[in-house]
């Protein structure tokens, strides 16, 4: 099947993205996100190929498949009701998938060095990713940061 070239525009949720998907690297690339929404540390394990490159990593984040695992334990720790809707997706050839997405939550827990704020939050986010044998080899990665910083201190009192 073909389909390499075939953008799909669409606002399903990662966990619908991954049911639906028709390729491995597409149904790959949404479990990542679905990964964070659900908190799954050990399925990094399923999605992570064990000496995956982040060409984005935060500040002092461990290498390879420990770096991804601190991520998802930081969004789950600090965030609930995460839900990842998938705005666009798109399959290029060598396994690479360019996902844009959108994230919902609560910042219920510590986050990025922000105690609890109990702000909604909703930020958007570009991976591009690449697919080898049914796992994330390399992943680039651009978050709204700063809004995310904005929202999650808005209320917030200096001492």
């Known amino acids: 099947m073909d389909g390499l070239m075939t953008a799909i525009s669409t606002a399903n949720t990662s966990s619908e993205m991954v049911r639906s998907a028709t390729t491995t690297a597409l149904r790959v690339a949404a ?25 984005n990593p935060p500040d002092g984040a461990a290498s390879g498949i420990d770096g991804m695992r601190a991520l998802i334990a930081a969004v789950r720790d600090g965030f609930t ?23 919902t939550g609560t910042h219920t827990g510590d986050a990025f ?10 930020i958007k986010g570009t991976d591009i990713i690449r697919v080898v044998d049914g796992k994330i080899t390399e992943i680039y990665h651009v978050e709204e940061l700063l ?3 904005q929202q999650i201190s808005a209320g917030a009192q200096s001492a």
């Open 31 to 55: 479990r990542n996100l679905e990964l964070y929404d659900t908190g799954n540390i050990a399925g990094a394990d399923e999605v992570f190929a064990p000496d995956v490159i982040d060409h």
């Open 81 to 103: 009701d995460t839900q990842h809707r998938i705005v666009f997706q798109q399959e290029l050839p060598g396994g690479w998938v360019v996902l844009h997405w959108r994230m």
């Open 113 to 122: 060095g922000f105690a609890a704020s109990g702000n909604p939050v909703d």
């Open 147 to 149: 809004k995310l910083t």
